[in-house]
């Protein structure tokens, strides 16, 4: 048994700790529901996971049930037996001997305890094992107890027994870890009752874990007096009132008496969550080669064919077409860019054929195809400086970055045999969301920027022209006189930059309204629910169809007609020699490939940690090994077909999540809907790269849509994606007076002052990334200031507390992590009557 010794000036007190387990009687077998080492943990319905640890919520009829059947039960005590099978004999034999119960029982009983015992870790890892690494985290010495709980039919009566070994042996049968059975607590009932038989096994389980009563357990001789101890436990519990909700669960971090006690023990099991978390995220490293990837694949390999179901599901429909034309637009428009950056090497054409073919096997083999895969703005600029110094040094520039490509793909594929995505688990809240405002705040600004060089172009520059000694330019003009000289006025067209206004707003705006018009009173739910899930393109429908009936001159998306390479000169598959490039061309692009490698690790992993964070209520976990080897397998084909490089877009693939979110529709009036997570699945990540490789061939028809409407759908992106940050939130903080400030839970925790300081911080590391992006000669440092990012956060952990901390943004792992001693819900150092706080109801 594992205790403490706390001296006083007359004697030395002992404190025992126990691990209990309860399991229920289910049709043929026992299964594990609960577990108890300080706080209680139940497993979640429809899963194999545990619940965080919580205060025990208890009735009192539950207690009093307890003292009931002691009364008529059994309490065996010092009882030797060398394993399972020779207890449940010796239990048999002395129910025998007493002669108070039928033999119909006693043989009914006999076949229960013989049943399979099931145990949450050996289901989920499929192994008769015991949970290792839980148990590894356990005091040494420490002992358990069992407690089996059930309705069975054809009882005469219940059977309660209590059981305190002699010596304590291990039975793998009643515990999940390999760890001595000091006690054994039997209830088994013929019906439900007004007391179930699991809550009377839990109210146990909570009496137990109390330290006066478990060490009555460990020394009284006399334990037919535990009606005693009972009494005194219950004069020492919170009573809440009977209106309470027992399934409300209580954080250990409510208990404000001792709270200076209890902080260190909370931050260790945060720690604990989350890397369990991080774990199960396979954000360890697991020590071999290629381990992380394997166990990737294992990971989301039962979840693959409930992946493609839900074809017919409007969800399915409506996301699909809404992320059609964001991609779409998104292709275009940094299609135009690559177009100028790599003089015409790379443009439209080659992006929309590489995000067809990629995509489709994104979709198909990723871990996590909720993630969209597209240009960036770095990935641009990168690809712009290659081009301008092939021009200065007079090399090739297709055939050196086919060489670069090359070596990407070799750094990329180290990186996935080490693990290394498992430094993802230093990048938090803090970090993801700067970058993420950085996306937010391009989306936002595209528009305008488009907005701003049409009226420069058809508007402003012509209002403040002397028109008196200006020269216009026509047919009989053009050959004599230099067109910097002369003003076209075919070009003033003031009510096409007007038109394009308001087609950019009025998108933007009609979208968002009917986006949250399931959440008005109108209509039914499901014809809102349908309204809103279709908001995207049925705008986008209606805003061209206005722009047709109005006749106006305004942009229309400039979809290439014909599938051949921009370039004239060039073919679909790169040589990876050219006269014009030197012998030791594939070498000299080591340089260049180390940085594209950084770009498109931190780009691709960032997104999908924004992607896979908790709140978002992923149930079919990640692959971020798995990937980042996607990526590499399709840096390495683009490289070889002259296509852009494309990784996990962060701003596309959070509108591809918010398009695929679930709520459960309100049960009563004046309820909200609840999230309660998002339509896991591949088809629309394929459907979407199906459509953009067909919009080739779709051309005569999308050459029709106005290219101010798509930019109304960056726009709507930018602005429904910022208002989700929890960075965003605490900026409008500065500007509201106290008394109007939303009910946010950080501040509860946190001071006002703090949190702005926080937010100060965090601030400032979204201006230097904003920075940095915008100028040509700095955005090569873009990686280099997210690693800043990363530090700085590392460096707050010397202002704020760990409290401050958790309740603002994520806890960094543990350089080392503890695997004896002290558990991370249990403490020593916790006064009894902190531990004594078990509610009850």
Request: glycine letters at 4%.
């Amino acid at each position: 048994m594992s205790f403490s010794a706390d001296s006083t000036e007359n004697e030395q007190k002992l404190t025992y700790q126990i691990f209990v387990e309860q399991q229920h009687l289910a049709r043929l077998d026992w299964a594990e529901t609960s577990r108890w080492i300080r706080f209680e943990e139940n497993v979640e319905n429809g899963s194999n996971k545990w619940s965080k640890p919580y205060l025990p919520v208890m009735s009192v009829m539950a207690i009093q049930k307890i003292t009931d059947v002691l009364t008529y039960g059994y309490v065996l005590c010092d009882i030797e037996c060398s394993n399972y099978i020779d207890l449940i004999n010796q239990l048999i034999a002395t129910l025998i001997d007493e002669g108070r119960m039928s033999s119909i029982d006693i043989q009914v009983l006999r076949e229960m305890l013989m049943l399979p015992h099931l145990h949450q870790a050996t289901l989920a890892q499929k192994k008769k094992s015991s949970n290792r690494r839980f148990e590894s985290k356990l005091p040494e010495g420490m002992e358990a107890c069992a407690i089996l709980s059930g309705e069975i039919k054809g009882l005469v009566k219940p059977i309660c027994v209590f059981i305190r070994l002699k010596n304590a042996i291990i039975m793998n049968e009643l515990v999940e870890v390999a760890i001595p059975t000091r006690f054994v607590f039997i209830y088994l009932t013929n019906h439900d009752g007004d007391t179930s038989s699991n809550d009377i096994g839990r109210a146990f389980g909570a009496l137990i874990t109390d330290s006066d009563f478990l060490r009555f357990c460990y020394e009284e001789t006399n334990l037919y007096r535990m009606n005693v101890e009972i009494d005194l436990y219950l004069r020492k519990c919170f009573i809440l009132p009977p209106v309470w909700n027992p399934k409300t669960r209580i954080s250990p971090s409510a208990i404000e008496e001792g709270a200076n006690f209890l902080e260190e023990d909370t931050v260790e099991l945060q720690n604990e969550e989350n890397y369990q978390f991080r774990e199960d995220s396979g954000l360890v490293r697991t020590g071999e080669c290629f381990g992380g990837l394997i166990r990737d694949v294992k990971r989301k390999l039962p979840f693959y064919k409930s992946d493609f179901s839900g074809l017919c599901s409007t969800q399915v429909i409506s996301s699909t077409l809404f992320m059609y034309f964001a991609c779409l637009t998104a292709l275009i428009t940094f299609g135009g860019l690559l177009a100028k950056g790599t003089g015409n090497n790379m443009a439209a054409i080659e992006s929309i054929a590489g995000a067809f073919a990629n995509g489709i096997i994104y979709g198909l083999f990723s871990g996590q195809p909720l993630s969209l895969l597209g240009s960036t703005g770095p990935m641009m600029i990168y690809e712009s400086i290659v081009f301008e110094m092939c021009v200065a040094l007079g090399w090739d520039y297709i055939t050196l970055r086919f060489w670069i490509g090359m070596w990407v793909t070799i750094l990329l594929m180290i990186l996935v045999a080490t693990d290394a995505s498992a430094l993802m688990s230093y990048v938090t809240r803090f970090t993801e969301e700067s970058f993420a405002l950085v996306v937010c705040a391009i989306f936002i600004t595209t528009p305008m920027k488009y907005l701003k060089k049409i009226g420069k172009e058809r508007v402003f520059d012509f209002m403040f022209i002397d028109y008196d000694n200006v020269t216009y330019c026509n047919e009989a003009l053009n050959d004599t006189r230099n067109a910097t000289d002369c003003l076209n006025v075919e070009s003033y067209d003031p009510s096409s930059f007007l038109m394009s206004l308001v087609l950019v707003v009025f998108t933007c705006a009609i979208a968002l309204v009917l986006t949250n018009f399931k959440n008005t009173t109108f209509f039914a739910f499901k014809l809102r629910s349908i309204i809103s899930e279709f908001a995207v393109f049925g705008t986008v429908l209606v805003m061209c169809i206005i722009d047709f009936l109005m006749g106006l001159e305004t942009d229309k998306l400039p979809i290439p007609d014909g599938f051949s390479p921009t370039l004239p000169t060039r073919g679909w598959i790169i040589s990876p020699f050219h006269e014009k490039n030197p012998w030791y061309c594939p070498f000299a692009a080591i340089v260049p490939a180390i940085v594209a490698t950084i770009l498109v690790f931190m780009n691709n992993q960032i997104t999908i940690s924004v992607i896979c964070r908790k709140d978002n209520l992923l149930r079919k976990g990640v692959g971020y090994h798995l990937d980042l080897f996607l990526i590499t397998i399709l840096i390495f084909v683009n490289s070889i077909f002259g296509l852009p490089w494309f990784n996990a877009a962060i701003l596309l693939s959070i509108g591809h999540l918010q398009s695929l979110r679930i709520e459960r529709p309100p049960t009563a009036p004046g309820a909200m809907q609840q999230f309660i997570g998002h339509n896991e699945q591949r088809l629309t990540h394929i459907l979407v790269s199906i459509l953009l490789g067909a919009s080739i061939f779709l051309s005569p028809l999308l050459k029709h849509v106005p290219m101010p409407v798509l930019y109304g759908v960056f726009l709507y992106m930018g602005v429904t994606s910022i208002t989700k940050l929890q960075l965003t939130q605490r900026i409008l903080l500065f500007f509201m007076p106290v008394k109007y400030m939303p009910d946010y839970p950080f501040l509860r925790k946190v001071s006002l002052k703090r949190v702005h300081l926080f937010t100060i911080a965090q601030f400032a590391t979204f201006a230097l990334l904003w920075a940095v992006k915008s100028f040509s000669e700095t955005a090569l440092l873009f990686p280099a200031c997210l690693i800043i990012m990363v530090v700085t956060r590392k460096c707050l952990e010397n202002c704020f507390s760990q409290e401050e901390l958790r309740a603002l943004d994520d806890l960094l792992p543990k350089t080392t992590r503890k695997r004896r001693g002290k558990s991370y819900i249990m403490a020593n150092r916790v006064p009894t009557t902190i531990r004594r706080k078990v509610m009850v109801h």
